[in-house]
């Protein structure tokens, strides 16, 4: 008799405003904006944070020509599945640095947006336990967790109160895309067509990383990646996350 996989809980749906924070351009696209289409189909207002411009990321183009060229692929890739607010931080793609620094920059954001629901991708040292994960990420989606407290106690970062961010602690949940250990999900059968798009949106850099056809890599990693959920989730395609309520 072989163990079943525990089953994933569908992500709580009781929030109307959602701040997903990650390093670098496509970091979303990779599975989370699918769930982010359905999150818009239902009328809850999505922003993104980007803390880079994925400026390091194509090695043929010079940094100033990446950064640019990426930040109109996120813009793109964000409406696709209903997000028009996007910001950058303008931290160095490739050295971000976990520190008081990036909570800071990011405990603003919380403040000025106001989420009851932050998303972020994997903080944690692999991917799917096998493969490492890169130092960006982990500074981001560690940064993230912690600055949910941060933008809600007015003594950490006193400063921001001068600059009009008053403490918000109304964070909920925060939930880790691409993370080993998920707990919950998102079905995504209404919303995978429009998550392949908005990946396909990223095809300067998809191009730069593969030399397989830019759709059927989109369309492959997504298939597999939604599928891989479905037996832990009513069989239906999902994107997973690891949920930290607070």
Known sequence: MTDQPERLAPLPADWQRCLAVVAHPDDLEYGAAAAVAAWTDRGADVSYLLVTRGEAGIDGLAPDECGALREREQRASAAVVGVSAVEFLDHRDGVVEYGTALRRDLAAAIRRHRPELLVTLNHRETFAGTYWNTPDHRAVGLATLDAAGDAGNRWIFPELLGQGLPPWDGVRWV????????????????????????????????????????????RNFLEMTTGAAADRFGGRPAVTFEVFPR
């Open 175 to 218: 939930a880790v895309a691409g993370s080993p250990q998920p707990t919950h999900a998102v079905d995504v059968t209404d919303g995978f067509e429009r998550g392949v798009l908005s990946l396909m949106e990223h095809r300067t850099y998809i191009e730069a990383l593969t030399d397989e056809d830019p759709e059927s890599y989109v």
